[in-house]
Nanobody, 121 residues
Framework: QVQLVESGGGLVQAEGSLRLSCAAS????????MAWYRQAPGKQRELVAS???????YYADSVKGRFTISRDNAKNTVYLQMNNLKPEDTGVYYC???????????????WGQGTLVTVSS
């Protein structure tokens, strides 16, 4: 069994910072792109940031200059540093990754359980 476990969400005031972590575990022999998505109340889930295995980043326009994605391949972990948070950043943040499973040697898309980020004005 493979899984992603997120941590780091919480309540923060506008202009504050939070750091999310997502660790992959289980019978994994490799990890492809890792990403963070978010879903605000009443809205569709959207891609916030992603990181390729060689750490090439992508950011949604709404978070450029404020969020930084990074990964530690030795720890099978991806991070999202969120600075200058705005109320519109409020939502459930989900980790997503393509995990290569040891038993099948196939990539499996896995989602974390989500962590709530609430930004108050």
């Amino acid at each position: 069994q493979v899984q992603l476990v997120e941590s780091g969400g919480g309540l923060v005031q506008a202009e504050g910072s939070l750091r999310l972590s997502c660790a992959a575990s289980g019978s994994i022999i490799g990890i492809g792109t890792m990403a963070w998505y978010r879903q605000a109340p009443g809205k569709q889930r959207e891609l916030v940031a992603s990181s390729t295995p060689d750490s090439s980043p992508y950011y949604a326009d709404s978070v450029k200059g404020r969020f930084t994605i990074s990964r530690d391949n030795a720890k099978n972990t991806v991070y999202l540093q969120m600075n200058n948070l705005k109320p519109e950043d409020t939502g459930v943040y989900y980790c997503n990754a393509n995990l290569v499973v040891r038993t099948t040697y196939r990539a499996l898309e896995v989602w974390g359980q989500g962590t709530l980020v609430t930004v108050s004005s």
